[in-house]
Nanobody, 115 residues
Framework: QEQLVEYGGGLVQPGGSLRLSCAGA????????MGWYRQAPGKQRELVAH???????DYGVSVKGRFTISRDNAKSTVYLQMNSLKPEDTAVYYC?????????WGQGTQVTVSS
């Protein structure tokens, strides 16, 4: 059964950095597009970054130049390096695997940016 588990959330000061990891299990990881999404209280879930199975990358407008997505298919893991964090980056961050019309979501990890 497909499963995604996120790691690496926490509390960080403005201007700081965090790296999120998402490990996939029960899937042929390299076939899947992998994305990071976030949802802040009272707001809709939004795209943070996505990396396709062929390596093409897209970023949400608000994180371009600050966040970097990468994947290691040998480890079935996708990463999100977050730099220059701002209070408005505070949200629950979710990992998603997509293949055709199939979507699988992780449970989410809280990122809080505050002094």
């Amino acid at each position: 059964q497909e499963q995604l588990v996120e790691y690496g959330g926490g509390l960080v000061q403005p201007g700081g950095s965090l790296r999120l990891s998402c490990a996939g299990a029960g899937m042929i990881f390299r076939f899947y597009g992998m994305g990071w999404y976030r949802q802040a209280p009272g707001k809709q879930r939004e795209l943070v970054a996505h990396i396709a199975s062929d390596g093409r990358i897209d970023y949400g407008v608000s994180v371009k130049g600050r966040f970097t997505i990468s994947r290691d298919n040998a480890k079935s893991t996708v990463y999100l390096q977050m730099n220059s964090l701002k209070p408005e980056d505070t949200a629950v961050y979710y990992c998603k695997a997509d293949l055709g019309n199939l979507d699988y979501w992780g449970q989410g990890t809280q990122v809080t940016v505050s002094s």
